[in-house]
């Protein structure tokens, strides 16, 4: 990590990011500054907000939002609604806004699925998922692992590898 001023194009988030290429700063007294340390392939891998199990999240006005979401908005203007922020980079800290896309679920579970192509199975071979599983199963954000896992027969911590998107060896 560095923290030089290789800044990814974009005029616009130059000029937000002049003062101070590391930190956004807090645009009123609802949050604290976001800080981000910018990595060699480009992200800014927010450092100020942390969430254990995914986006960084961030107190907004009394609700608490994802701050790359947060950032887009600021960025780039608003999020119609139904409307995810996608990273093309593939890096859930990442908070620049040159990385961040509007798309659908739909987009985002695509994506996932083409990192995944070719690598959806079990290591044992005796079960393998097929891509409209791994789809549904990334849709599927009410059912728990342990419920998944027997209605796929997969071991619960295959569907987690599936929620996390880990690769796993290829079994074809
Ligand atoms: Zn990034």
Do not use: F
Not at 83 to 89: E, N, P, S
Not at 90 to 105: E, F, R, S, V, Y
Not at 139 to 153: E, F, H, N, V
């Amino acid at each position: 990590m560095h923290t030089g001023d290789s800044l990814s194009g974009q005029n616009e988030v130059r000029r937000h990011a002049s003062m101070d290429s590391s930190s956004i700063p807090s645009t009123g007294r609802s949050h604290k500054d976001i800080k981000y340390a910018l990595t060699e392939k480009g992200c800014w891998e927010c450092t100020s907000h942390h969430n254990r199990s995914g986006y960084p999240k961030i107190w907004i006005n009394g609700q608490r939002e994802s701050v790359h979401r947060y950032v887009y908005r600021l960025y780039k203007g608003d999020i119609p609604k139904g409307m995810i922020i996608r990273h093309t980079c593939d890096n859930m800290k990442c908070i620049n806004p040159a990385h961040l896309l509007l798309g659908t679920h739909g987009d985002n579970v695509r994506d996932r699925v083409e990192r995944h192509r070719g690598a959806i199975g079990e290591h044992n071979g005796r079960h393998k998922l097929t891509e409209t599983q791994v789809k549904e199963i990334l849709c599927d954000i009410t059912t728990s692992k342990m419920a998944l896992a027997r209605k796929y027969g997969v071991t619960p911590k295959n569907i987690r590898n599936i929620k996390q998107h880990k690769r796993w060896r290829y079994v074809r």
